[in-house]
Every structure is written in C-alpha cells, then in structure tokens.
C-alpha cells in the first residue's frame, strides 16, 4: 500500500482539485458532473488486502450518462453482450479513467469495513503510487452487458494485463465472490493457478449500482473473482437480490511487450 508519499500527494491533490472545481469545462460531459467528490468514500474490502470498494463512485444522473454514451456505442446489437478496446480508448472511457484517478487522489479513505482507521492505517491508499500515476493509467477496457440469470465463472484476469484493475457496475445490483487461489511459482509473468483440494472459503462483496471497485496486489493477483447471478444464488443481508439486466465496465493497462 501506499506510503508516506502518497499521503502527501493526496492532500496536495485534494486542495488542488477543491481549488479548481469552480473553474472546470462547461463542455457537457459523457460521465461526471463533477459533483461526486463530497460522497467518493472508499472501503478496504476486509480480509483481502488490495481489494477497495467505492460504493457511491457514480450518482444516479452520472450512471444515466455512462449508459448513454455506451449505447450510443451500438455494440449490443444482435445479442452481442460484450464489447473489448484496446489502445486508444472511447472518449467517454478516457472521462472515467479520469474520474477513477480523482476518486482515489481526494476520496475519503476507511481501512476495513466497519472498522476504524488507526493513526498506522492513515496513508492507506486504493492503489499505489506507481500504478496510480502510470500513464496512461488504462489502456484496455471490457464491457460487458448480463441478462438476469448470467454472471461470470471464479477467475484471476490474465496475466498478460498489470496490476490494477477497476470495476463499474451499471443497473442492477449483484454479489461479487471472492476467493483465494494458490499460486504455484514466484515470477507474476509465469503465475499459474490450481484449485484448493478443499471448499474455497468466498468472502461476498456487495456490488450496488453506480459502485467502483479496484484489486491490486494480492486481491488482482491471489484471489479468484465471481458473481453467481443463477436463481436463488444472489442473496444479500439474508434476501434475495432482484435481478435485472446488469453492465460493468472493466478497465485494465496491457503489459507492456518485452523488448
């Protein structure tokens, strides 16, 4: 995690942007209105360090104009369900990236759900400095779009993509599981993964509408991601979660190609 470093470039970074935010484009924007910052609270997912959880990243008119400019796009015609871009990104992607970046810079920062942070935990940051200053920070994004019923199988993103990875999550509410898999060999470019001879224990992440989440170091590299949208699978507070037809946006930054 961050150190005392980073401490600094985010208070730095907080005053720059609240100094600024009177002087922002009037251009219209496909994303933010950058209203956000007062409610940009961020969560250290607890038991699984790397793993931070935004839930109020994107108000409910941000998330409108997102699901327009991706409509806008024409990908989910003909039952396609997934659209990938690699490289230059869409406009409205470079906007969200951006926005990502300002959420951690200024956003609040708790270490453990439901816990406090302690005066050893206050430079605590969603990503580190050297990933959160990469440029560009992503260069690489997934949408993808589920019916009621689909989710997505326990997986770690390939390996051919950097540390740092951040999810949006669009329209209906879901459970993200995590958990752990074993690594075998010690390079993170030749990391291989088995399954445990045992019933993995998952910790479940609430995943609301409008909500942001980001994995780095061991949550991106040592623990396997799923969602279960299967009927009677997606339960939250003791009920079941009515299911309606869900979109995230998953960016990432492609390794770059040995010389």
Same mark, same amino acid.
């Given at each position: ?20 935010? %009177? $002087? %922002? ?6 994303? @933010? ?16 360090? !790397? ?14 104009? #997102? ?22 990104? &869409? ?15 200024? !956003? %609040?920062?708790?270490? !453990?759900?439901? @816990? ?6 206050? %430079?605590?940051?969603?990503?580190? $400095? ?5 440029? &560009? +920070? ?19 993103? #390939? ?9 949006? @999550? ?17 390079? +993170?470019?030749? #990391? ?48 079941? #979660? ?14 770059? $190609?040995?010389?």
């Amino acid at each position: 995690m961050a150190g005392g470093g980073d401490s600094n470039c985010r208070a730095a970074l907080r005053e720059a942007f609240g100094e600024s935010s %009177d $002087s %922002d484009s009037d251009a219209p924007s496909a994303v @933010s209105s950058r209203a956000g910052r007062g409610r940009w609270r961020w969560e250290a997912v607890a038991g699984i360090r !790397g793993l931070w959880l935004c839930a109020a990243f994107l108000s409910a008119d941000e998330q409108a104009r #997102l699901l327009a400019a991706i409509q806008r796009e024409g990908w989910f015609i003909d039952a396609n369900n997934q659209a990938m871009r690699f490289g230059d990104l &869409p406009s409205w992607a470079v906007e969200l990236s951006t926005l990502i970046h300002e959420a951690i810079c200024v !956003g %609040d920062v708790n270490v !453990g759900v439901g @816990s406090e942070m302690t005066n050893e935990d206050e %430079d605590a940051c969603p990503l580190p $400095s050297d990933l959160l200053w990469r440029e &560009p +920070l992503f260069d690489q994004m997934i949408v993808n779009r589920y019916n009621p019923g689909e989710g997505i199988c326990a997986h770690v993103d #390939l390996m051919r993509f950097d540390d740092g990875i951040a999810i949006v @999550s669009l329209e209906s509410a879901c459970v993200m599981h995590f958990s752990q898999a074993e690594p075998i060999g010690t390079a +993170l470019d030749t #990391l291989h993964l088995k399954k445990w001879d045992g019933e993995p224990t998952k910790i479940p992440v609430y995943l609301n509408p409008g909500s942001l989440v980001v994995m780095s170091g061991d949550a991106r590299y040592l623990w396997k991601h799923e969602i279960n949208r299967k009927p009677g699978a997606q339960q939250w507070d003791g009920r079941d #979660l009515e299911q309606h037809r869900r979109t995230s946006v998953t960016l990432r930054k492609l390794l770059a $190609s040995p010389n």
